[in-house]
């Protein structure tokens, strides 16, 4: 039995009168004593239409016990000091250049070491609560691997006017989001916009993939910079992407289905690794080091939730993406 399940027995005569806590300890056996009679103190626990709150109640052959467990609290986060890249802060908002490896907020194997943790840590308690118990500030995110620029909210205010940006992403307002991907492939013409939904693949949960049945997702691209293989035959492009929408691992999906994955994307361009062959040395040695998606955050604009000033801040390239730029053009 999971947190947030409403399980019902009903009491065999072979059980007679006995202690509720007892049928329920040998009938409920994912459910620890101690957790059983903290339920039963609280009012989860009925028999029949009536609630009980005795432990010894005595029940008999026929009733029907229901137990309503309700789900377990998010453990709230705690400050950890890791650095940050900070490229603006005020006393309504942080923009921040966020590293490969670091997950925004907690979740299943990431319960500590987050970005969230960080920001605990550096704005104690003016976080806005807005975004949950384990997303506080939070507004948008940044896949693990994926670096670049990120606004988080220091309080409430800022929360809900940025909320309200991302939401709209830029079809009325000036919030813009740009992306520089490096992708396989050279695309047929300069430039274009991929509208397709997206939602949950279906055979794959930690993967998304377009579905006609999806939330909606628009993406537009431009070809920046094309790169030749060994053979001088084009392998790769330097593309920069702007979103109309904010779908989880939206450019990834995207530029994966029409045919141009994201270098060093294993989810979504595992298909294209032979690619790898066609690259020279160095640029393969630099892929190899890569060790993630090729995703930058270069781009990000918004109006300021308090004075409604348009602010719009470019992050470079790191240097992995660099080094990996050089390599491309080299072809040695």
Known sequence: MTSGELQKITVAGDEGSQRLDRVLAVRSPDLSRSRLKALILAGQVSVGANVVRDPAFHVRAGDIISIDVPPAADPEPKGESIPLDIVYEDGDIIVLNKPKGLVVHPGAGHETGTLVNALIAHCGESLSGIGGVKRPGIVHRLDKDTTGLMVVAKNDRAHQSLSAQFADHGRTGEMRRGYMAFAWGVPNRQRGTVNEPIDRHPHSRDKMAVRQNGREAVTH???????????????????????????????????????????????????????????????????????????????????????????RWEAPLPEDLLLLTAALRSRD
């Open 221 to 311: 691209w431009e070809t920046v910079e094309t790169f030749g293989g060994v053979d001088g035959k084009p392998v790769a492009s330097l593309m920069a992407c702007q979103l109309e929408t904010g779908r989880t691992h939206q450019i990834r999906v995207h530029l994966a289905h029409i045919g141009h994955p994201l270098m060093g994307d294993d989810v979504y361009g595992s298909g294209f690794r032979t690619k790898a062959a066609h690259l020279g040395g160095k640029a393969q040695t630099a892929l190899a080091e890569l060790g993630r998606q090729a995703l930058h955050a270069y781009l990000l604009q918004l109006e300021h939730p308090a004075t409604g000033e348009i602010l």
